[in-house]
């Protein structure tokens, strides 16, 4: 699946995936106006404006990306309904081409994980039948449990050519209060970094392996030294943007191959004609400042690379 | 919450919740030859067999519990409809006045995590209604992304009168993994430990906090350094039965007033019927074979306080 994201990477020239995370705030009044005539001021309102949001937010930048990161609490905070748009809106991007990250951060003790790796990369068997639940492309997955919490994903990674994302270094502000703790020496993230390497080394394709790391945007010298210890491992870089990554940070999650990491921005582009700088298009118009938004955060990148 | 739970633990004398974790396996053949037959060898039918078999053990078991522990995973491998059947076995039991602890184990940035604080927990308004989605009383908490992942969960305790149990040393094998490295002469289940207190401090009801932790019943020595380092912290304790945690392993995770720990069993309940001790019980009874089972492990446990 690595192999697949990069060729997607390669042939739009953007290192990046829109991450679609809509929070009711940032949909237009148009939309939310027509969601909650249809289903009322409901859960299955909101979750059908945030799939109209969505669709034409996808519309307007399938071509010019790679792949989207819906984060899936956006939507599970709207129930089943939620879950059922976060389902409809990875179908259709999938549909469109573009990969698909889901930003679950799962993680749990083996037999767990292994039902968390089912609902969102792999199958299950009912009776005699297959049946897939989510099936995105990549997953997030928390590494706090250790190895029998991570290798159900890794497994199915390998059984199904998906890939995941494991947690090492976070962009938040308070990420380092334990992932930055020395043990023997080194900061904790950089224990997982050495773990994620281990995991992934059955799951190479080409130079990089199916079992990513996220490291965010926000700690640019730990992204060096990662991206120095983790040379086959794909990034996945949150915290530019609205969470005060810019790209020159970024530049050292990337490898001298032009590779290694793909950009996550969420806010930046799905809520961008809130934003001074695309306020023009008008709330009535919003996915075209999306579309504008993505152009400015792919040349912004590229300047750097 | 914790008080509700406490008050529970006191009537039934029994400090242990049922896991409400299904797997398709556990499931008699009866119960899935019905559900398959209404609705297909689907996602849907196997939702169906769970929400039966669930349904069952619940009205065997209810009067004898405080509480129950749905593992999400469990639900969510099934989709959209393995999630509805989690919705319903979170509201049966409630309607049973049983405590509902969802073990979801999320956690993210401090924005996402108020997401998942209003999945689980909280409410979201959608235009002028207030809506709730899934709703359970606890809520198991991952705590690798620091303070400002877990401050969320915190703030939506104290303001709906909900509880969570973070995770602090977990029963799986490859838990030591990370959670036993030593930073500054102690491992960092202490640091996730102390941090467990201070968020906690604000939400003490009575003699315990509504911020609790997840302490593995499969470490006893690690159980008794953390009660003493937590006096005021309830302990969810998975690894009881079948993971291999005996009741005398147990007997450190709780205070000397009998209090501060509800252990949890999963499939030693709700598969009881499939082990050699409850097997005259037969497919059929699945149900009483649970209850016989939670009958046994109550008097297991009381046997050592």
């Known amino acids: 699946m690595i192999q697949k994201l990069i060729e997607k990477i390669q042939k739009t020239k953007a290192p990046i995936?829109?991450?679609?995370?809509?929070?009711?705030?940032?949909?237009?009044?148009?939309?939310?106006?027509?969601?909650?005539?249809?289903?009322?001021?409901?859960?299955?309102?909101?979750?059908?404006?945030?799939?109209?949001?969505?669709?034409?937010?996808?519309?307007?930048?399938?071509?010019?990306?790679?792949?989207?990161k819906p984060q899936i609490a956006m939507y599970e905070q709207f129930g089943i309904e939620g879950l059922r748009a976060y389902e409809k809106t990875v179908r259709y991007c999938q549909s469109k081409g573009l990969i698909v990250i889901g930003d679950a951060k799962r993680g749990d003790i083996g037999s767990t994980s292994a039902a968390y790796a089912t609902a969102h990369l792999g199958s299950v068997t009912v009776g005699s039948t297959v049946c897939r639940a989510f099936d995105t492309d990549f997953l997030t997955v928390n590494p706090y449990l250790g190895t029998d919490g991570v290798k159900p994903f890794v497994d199915v990674c390998r059984s199904e050519n998906?890939?995941?994302?494991?947690?090492?270094?976070?962009?938040?502000?308070?990420?380092?209060?334990?992932?930055?703790q020395l043990i023997d020496g080194k900061p904790l993230y950089e224990h997982v970094a050495a773990k994620v390497v281990e995991w992934g080394a059955d799951t190479i394709e080409g130079a990089y392996s199916n079992v990513g790391a996220v490291v965010g945007a926000t700690y640019p010298e730990m992204g060096a030294i990662l991206r120095r210890l983790m040379p086959h491992t794909?990034?996945?870089?949150?915290?530019?943007?609205?969470q005060g990554g810019t790209a020159q940070?970024?530049?050292?999650?990337?490898?001298?191959?032009?590779?290694?990491?793909?950009?996550?921005?969420?806010?930046?582009?799905?809520?961008?004609?809130?934003k001074d700088a695309y306020a023009?298009?008008?709330?009535?118009?919003?996915?075209?400042?999306?579309?504008?938004?993505?152009?400015d955060m792919i040349a912004d990148i590229n300047s750097v690379l």
């Open 162 to 180: 998906k890939g995941i994302f494991v947690l090492v270094k976070t962009s938040n502000p308070s990420s380092g209060e334990f992932q930055d």
């Open 280 to 295: 023009k298009f008008g709330a009535e118009h919003f996915a075209e400042a999306s579309r504008q938004a993505v152009v």
């Open 234 to 242: 794909y990034f996945l870089v949150p915290g530019y943007g609205a």
């Open 17 to 68: 995936c829109v991450g679609l995370d809509p929070m009711l705030s940032y949909i237009p009044e148009h939309i939310l106006k027509r969601s909650f005539g249809e289903f009322g001021e409901t859960l299955a309102g909101a979750a059908d404006a945030i799939w109209n949001f969505n669709k034409e937010i996808v519309d307007a930048t399938w071509d010019l990306i790679p792949s989207v």
């Open 249 to 274: 940070d970024l530049k050292a999650c990337f490898n001298k191959d032009g590779l290694g990491a793909v950009v996550n921005s969420s806010r930046g582009i799905i809520a961008a004609y809130r």
